[in-house]
């Protein structure tokens, strides 16, 4: 690699470091883009942008801040740019019954957000970003909730995530492979599997920005 990349980290909960124990946020350098960006040594720093409860395209108003991803990765590319990478892990909420519940729905809104990545006007002789999809971790069996309706639908996203990297022509990992959701709330992730996400991607991201 030659200067310092840039990396934008474009998640949820899972990126912003949420704990499902204590209901608060991971330690900084618990959180996966943390680790990520210590793992490639000085040769790219690595901004994170997560939000709870955020999807790749569709509204939820359940929150004081948009959670809309479509809608605010314009405004993080135009922030942040140049970039040499997007990396993006999202889906989790899209599977919310009341959000889309479906996979083949979130695999539409990571199509959506890797064309808004790709074709953003950056600027004159300022090339687009590549893009780095990650299938989050599937969602897990609790004593009780909600999500545990979902759990097929998210071992449905990664097949569809992967077809939508070959469709797009971009990168595709599936963090399922190397952390699992904490049987607390069957969602979030606990320290070492956050960790694991980072610790994972460092090999993935050298080679992209060799």
């Known amino acids: 690699m030659s200067g310092t990349k840039t990396i934008l980290a474009f998640g949820d909960s899972l990126t912003w470091g949420a704990d499902p124990v204590s209901g608060g946020r991971h330690r900084f350098e618990d959180r996966w883009p943390s680790v990520l960006e210590a793992g490639l040594d000085g040769s790219a720093r690595v901004i994170a942008e997560g939000l709870g409860g955020r999807t790749t395209i569709f509204d939820d108003h359940g929150a004081a801040a948009d959670r809309n991803g479509a809608r605010i990765l314009p405004t993080l590319l135009g922030s942040h740019h140049p970039l040499d990478l997007v990396i993006v892990m999202l889906g989790t909420n899209d599977l919310k019954p009341h959000v889309c519940g479906s996979a083949a729905g979130a695999g539409a809104g990571i199509e959506r957000l890797v064309e808004i990545a790709r074709t953003y006007p ?15 971790p599937l969602l897990g069996e609790t004593a009780g909730g909600d999500w545990q309706r979902n759990i097929a639908e998210s071992e449905k996203l990664a097949p569809r995530y992967r077809e939508a990297a070959e469709y797009g022509g971009c990168a595709f990992f599936d963090a399922a492979g190397v952390a699992a959701a904490s049987p607390v709330d069957g969602v979030h992730l606990d320290a070492g599997n956050t960790r694991a996400i980072g610790l994972a991607l460092i090999p993935v991201v050298r080679q992209l920005l060799a």
């Open 122 to 136: 950056y600027g004159q002789d300022v090339a687009a970003p590549k893009v780095l999809i990650v299938a989050p």
